[in-house]
Nanobody, 121 residues
Framework: QVQLVESGGGLVQPGGSLRLSCSAS????????MGWYRQAPGKEREWVAT???????YYADAVKGRFTISRDSAKNTVYLQMNRLKPEDTAVYYC???????????????WGQGTLVTVSS
């Protein structure tokens, strides 16, 4: 069984910064990708950023230049450094994991429990 534990959400003023983290624990054989999605009140969940293979990073236009995704392979952890935050960044942020797990090397897609980010003065 693989668990994802997220942390780092909170309340921040516009222009401020936060760093989210998501750690995958359990029998992880390899990680194909880890990423972040978010869901604002009354809106659909949307993709934010993904890191593939540990180095290749991709961003939604709305966060490009402000957010940075990175992965610590040794810790099976992905981070999202969020700078110059805006009120429209307010949402529940969800970690997404895709990799192979367990003794049978099964492919798994898993979501974190979500962490709330509120950008407000």
């Amino acid at each position: 069984q693989v668990q994802l534990v997220e942390s780092g959400g909170g309340l921040v003023q516009p222009g401020g910064s936060l760093r989210l983290s998501c750690s995958a624990s359990g029998f992880v054989r390899s990680i194909y990708s880890m990423g972040w999605y978010r869901q604002a009140p009354g809106k659909e969940r949307e993709w934010v950023a993904t890191v593939i293979g540990g180095r290749n990073t991709y961003y939604a236009d709305a966060v490009k230049g402000r957010f940075t995704i990175s992965r610590d392979s040794a810790k099976n952890t992905v981070y999202l450094q969020m700078n110059r935050l805006k009120p429209e960044d307010t949402a529940v942020y969800y970690c997404n994991f895709r990799g192979s797990v367990g003794v049978r090397d099964n492919v798994l897609t898993k979501w974190g429990q979500g962490t709330l980010v509120t950008v407000s003065s």
